[in-house]
């Protein structure tokens, strides 16, 4: 008997089959592209910690170019000496703590019988100590990133700053070394080195070449003022949560 191809039934049970075989198909090639995904993480997060430390491979002015892959292991067990998760007064050291996610612990903080893990790193390059911090927060479009470190005077040191879907030519620009680089030397603490100030990546600001560093302001990216103010907002919404264990350990 032939089978009859014209039937309602026929074209859902093989769309039923269809659906079954591709999803196990994905599923499976998934489960098989899993550990290959999670190395590539490691890299990535890897090679953003050492860029805010100034440790990469960089040649031209404008260059943004990582530590390679085949060598990123290594140099990040060389540079980054500790890695600590600050959970409420207790401080720990995690050799993970850069895989922590920072929305996921955002979203549990919300509880407030919850007390966030805030990963920081410690480096050290060239005699002098990094503490690099991880930041995230909201962009024009989406999610935006970074890090940021800072010397035992709270000076920042270098930034590494990325997006999910700002605006190319515009907010994208976050993440070219012209506007990362003036970060460099930026103090985050107020003159008397009390209270946390921040950073403000700012449209009005009288400095375009960057040269005073006591203001707490960088210049804006033209046509992204919203991307900016998401900037502006993470540094000092993240980097404030860090400030109270990196007062106390000067002390």
């Known amino acids: 008997m032939a089978l009859n191809t014209d039937k309602n039934s026929y074209t859902i049970i093989f769309s039923i089959i269809m659906v079954v075989v591709v999803g196990a198909l994905l599923a499976f090639v998934a489960q098989g592209l899993k550990p290959t995904i999670k190395e590539n993480q490691r890299i990535e997060i890897q090679q953003n ?16 170019t990582f530590v390679g892959a085949d060598k990123i292991k290594d140099e990040f067990a060389k540079y980054v000496k500790k890695q600590l998760v600050i959970q409420g007064d207790q401080v720990t050291e995690d050799p993970n703590a850069y895989l922590i996610d920072l929305k ?77 680089d003036d970060f460099q030397g930026e103090q985050i603490m107020s003159g008397s080195g009390e209270a946390f100030e921040g950073i403000s990546v700012a449209k009005g ?10 203001d707490h302001e960088i210049d804006a990216l033209a046509g992204a003022t919203i991307t900016g103010n998401g900037v502006t907002a993470m540094i000092k919404k993240d980097v404030r949560m860090y400030i109270p264990y990196l007062q106390s350990i000067k002390k």
Do not use: C
């Not at 491979?57 to 260059?63: A, H, V, W």
């Not at 990325?162 to 070394?177: F, M, S, W, Y």
């Not at 600001?205 to 006591?214: E, G, S, W």
């Open 104 to 180: 996921k612990e955002e979203n549990l903080a919300k509880d407030a019988n919850y007390k966030r893990r805030l990963p920081l790193f410690v480096g050290e390059k060239d005699g002098k100590t990094f503490y690099i911090i991880p930041m995230r927060g909201k962009g024009l479009w989406d999610a935006i990133w970074g890090y940021v470190s800072v010397d035992d005077a709270l000076v920042v040191q270098g930034v590494y700053l990325d997006h999910k879907g700002e605006t190319p030519g515009l907010g994208a620009e976050i993440k070219q070394r012209y506007f990362m």
């Open 49 to 64: 910690i050492l860029y805010a430390m100034g440790v990469n491979e960089n040649e031209g002015d404008g260059d943004v």
């Open 205 to 214: 600001n009288n400095d375009p070449l960057n040269k005073t560093k006591d």
